[in-house]
């Protein structure tokens, strides 16, 4: 994108892409590379930040939900119930073993 034609105007001067470590910059010209830099990661953080407070609190429901819907369904099951009333049906009639 840097490395575009301006269309407007060709006396303009237009952004092109440098390597820092190759160019012969100056102390000031280096502390405005970093000074851009800076501002550009801060502004895309502020987006990032507010994606990521999302899927968080996405992820977080998702978790819940799934969390109270397991103690609901085990609170419904009777299966638990059910064995220990035939356990306590067989204890009193007593086994049926042949070793006693």
């Known amino acids: 994108m840097a490395n575009q034609k301006p269309t407007a105007d060709p006396e303009v001067p237009f952004a092109t892409r440098i390597d820092p470590k190759t160019e012969d910059l100056t102390r000031d010209e280096f502390y405005f590379i970093r000074q851009v830099e800076l501002a550009q990661w801060k502004k895309k953080s502020q987006k ?19 969390y109270g819907y397991t103690f609901y369904s085990v609170s419904q099951e009777k299966v638990m119930d059910e064995l220990d009333a035939e356990a306590k ?6 086994s ?3 070793g006693n």
């Open 96 to 98: 049926n073993t042949g």
């Open 48 to 66: 990032l930040r507010v994606r990521n407070i999302a899927t968080g609190l996405a992820i977080g429901a998702i978790v819940m939900g799934i």
């Open 89 to 94: 049906v067989a204890r009193m009639r007593g």
